[in-house]
């Protein structure tokens, strides 16, 4: 399985200053070792939460594995409420998110197996995909989170 690490958020929450960022982590199966393979991020561009800047993290992730065929996935995220919502042990009550949720259940639909895995922050590929991101949004002037 190829895993997938997601990281967004926002500079003021609400806000319009908000990016996301996922790594492409491949494991070597003979050796153990882990290798990122790429770096995808973006800023948001319009007026969003940390939830929904967690959320698109996902849903682009999850776009690029199934657009690149990658059909057995593990997404791996430091945002509890959006892993706990995608494997159904929370319910979905937000409307700003809800529209999100929604794309990522249809498009993990099509895949052959996802998994979806909370990670604490110190999860050294989660600080990593955070820095990422972090870069994304300071090339725009935006102070660190």
């Excluded at 939830?51 to 999850?62: G, M």
């Excluded at 319910?91 to 993990?108: A, D, F, H, P």
């Amino acid at each position: 399985m190829i895993t997938l690490y997601c990281d967004g958020g926002v500079r003021g929450n609400p806000s319009p200053k908000g990016a996301w960022a996922f790594f492409v982590v491949f494991e070597d199966e003979s050796s153990h070792i882990e290798v990122c393979r790429d770096k995808v991020g973006a800023l948001i561009g319009k007026e969003a939460t940390n939830n929904i800047a967690e959320y698109i993290a996902v849903l682009e992730a999850v776009k690029y594995a199934k657009s690149n065929n990658m059909q057995e996935i593990i997404v791996k995220s430091d945002s509890n409420l959006v892993i706990q919502q995608l494997n159904k042990n929370f319910e979905v009550r937000n409307g700003g998110i809800s529209e999100l949720y929604k794309q990522v259940v249809k498009e993990v639909s099509e895949l052959k197996e996802v998994k979806f895995q909370w990670v604490p922050r110190t999860d050294p590929w989660i600080k990593q995909v955070d820095a990422f991101y972090n870069k994304i949004a300071d090339k725009h002037g935006r102070e660190k989170t």
